[in-house]
């Protein structure tokens, strides 16, 4: 693969990557019972704070520059607890930026309570990038989001690549599975209409190594390291 005139080899070669790891949330009540949260605010319940003391171990050796997080307590929750873990403290930095999609009247409730009180076939399922949830966000909504905080995340990383020199810097983004997914189809130039072929379940880790580069602060390319591994 090509970036510019400089391959992917000789790019690893020629610059330093700065790595993204992207953890999903530990499991919450209403992700067992498969219940669509949004905005909503569930804690973490047992299962997940031991999701979220594993993901804290893969970091207990590996300094971390910053940790970016969502604003939903569940997030915040194995947020603090990865950086608890973690070899030297860590500022959390919480945006609304990385929340899940808002799904306005279907929170709280399941797909086939959805369904069983719907008047009509609700249009979302069969095109939820056109359509949006009743008094809900609009998946442009969210894409614009995660641009947004991947933004502000590129700013950081290249402002600090040339503070650690040589120095390798990992950041950690905690967010949902929809900004995550949409995240990846962002900086691997997939359709974010096929989102939906990754899959990252609640407490994973994923990873993307960043080359920076000046172009309006985006990196030069993104790399797919680790994809949805588990406790």
């Known amino acids: 693969m090509m970036v510019g005139d400089v ?3 000789e790019l690893r070669m020629l610059r330093r ?3 993204l790891w992207l953890a999903r949330h530990g ?7 498969k219940r669509y949260c949004g905005w909503s605010d569930p804690p973490l319940i047992a299962e997940g704070e031991v999701q979220a003391r594993w993901l804290a171990q893969r970091f207990e050796r590996q300094a971390i520059a910053k940790i970016y997080s969502s604003d939903a307590r569940r997030a915040v929750q194995t947020a603090e607890i990865i950086s608890q873990g973690a070899p030297e403290p860590v500022a959390i930095e919480q945006t609304q930026e990385w929340r899940e999609m808002h799904f306005g009247a279907w929170e709280g409730l399941t797909y086939t309570e959805i ?17 949006a949830p009743p008094d809900g966000e609009s998946f442009e909504r969210l894409v614009t989001r995660v641009r947004q905080g991947l933004h502000r995340i590129f700013m ?4 600090e690549a040339g503070l ?3 120095e390798e810097a990992h950041y950690v983004l905690v967010s949902h599975g929809g900004p995550l997914r949409v995240l990846l189809c962002l900086l691997l130039a997939f359709p974010v209409e096929r989102q939906w072929q990754f899959r990252l379940d609640p407490g994973s880790l994923s990873a993307i190594d960043l080359f920076p580069g000046q172009r309006e602060g985006e990196p030069l390319a993104a790399i797919l390291a680790l994809l949805n591994e588990q406790r």
């Open 164 to 166: 650690r020199g040589e």
């Open 17 to 19: 990557p700065l790595r």
């Open 156 to 159: 950081d990383v290249n402002a």
């Open 115 to 131: 369904m069983a009180n719907a008047a009509e076939q609700p249009g979302f399922f069969s095109d939820p990038v056109g359509e």
């Open 27 to 33: 499991v919450t009540q209403w992700s067992v019972g």
């Open 7 to 9: 391959s992917l080899e």
